[in-house]
């Protein structure tokens, strides 16, 4: 009877322990440590800032076409081992396979990247036009470039006459 008393008692204990260490872990959880100065921050729980900057770590490697190497804007298609694919190689491509594992791949069925297309549409990119330097969503980006951006290249107004001039 003792030897079963013993364990009750310190499964007792450790519930409590455990229980007094989710506690201090709770206390301490609206506190950072800097790794260069080893000072505790608060941490701001309303920051509006947070979402994009977890955003900002996504790798965009993994969401490159493995044919161009370019990111999609359109469609995100993936072959049945995730490889990824733009809209524009997918249906490119001679015999329906993967170019990088050979997975046969339906071409009157492609699979769409759902997840990648989100990652993709809410990441902040920066406008490529040199002086605009604004950060728009990468859904938007192509809006932003054709019809927003004041430092967009404009034609000549004497194009119409041959003029290949862009400013």
């Known amino acids: 009877n003792i030897f079963l008393l013993r364990p009750t008692i310190s499964l007792r204990r450790m519930s409590q322990q455990r229980g007094n260490r989710s506690r201090k872990r709770n206390a301490t959880s609206d506190t950072k440590t800097d790794s260069n100065k080893n000072k505790k921050q608060k941490v701001d ?26 990111l999609s804007a359109g469609q995100i298609l993936q072959c049945s081992n995730g490889c990824i694919l733009c809209e524009a190689c997918y249906h490119n491509l001679s015999p329906c396979k993967c170019p990088l594992c050979r997975v046969t791949m339906s071409r009157s069925q492609p699979i769409r990247c759902r997840i990648a297309e989100r990652t993709l549409a809410l990441r902040l990119m920066k406008c490529k036009y ?7 969503a990468f859904g938007d980006m192509k809006q932003h470039e054709t019809e927003e951006c004041l430092f967009k290249p404009v034609p000549c107004k004497y194009a119409d006459l041959g003029c290949q001039w862009m400013g």
């Open 45 to 70: 729980h309303n920051d509006n800032q947070a979402v994009p900057t977890a955003l900002q770590l996504v790798d965009l490697t993994e969401y490159h076409c493995c044919v161009c190497k370019e």
């Open 130 to 136: 040199d002086g605009c330097g604004k950060q728009v």
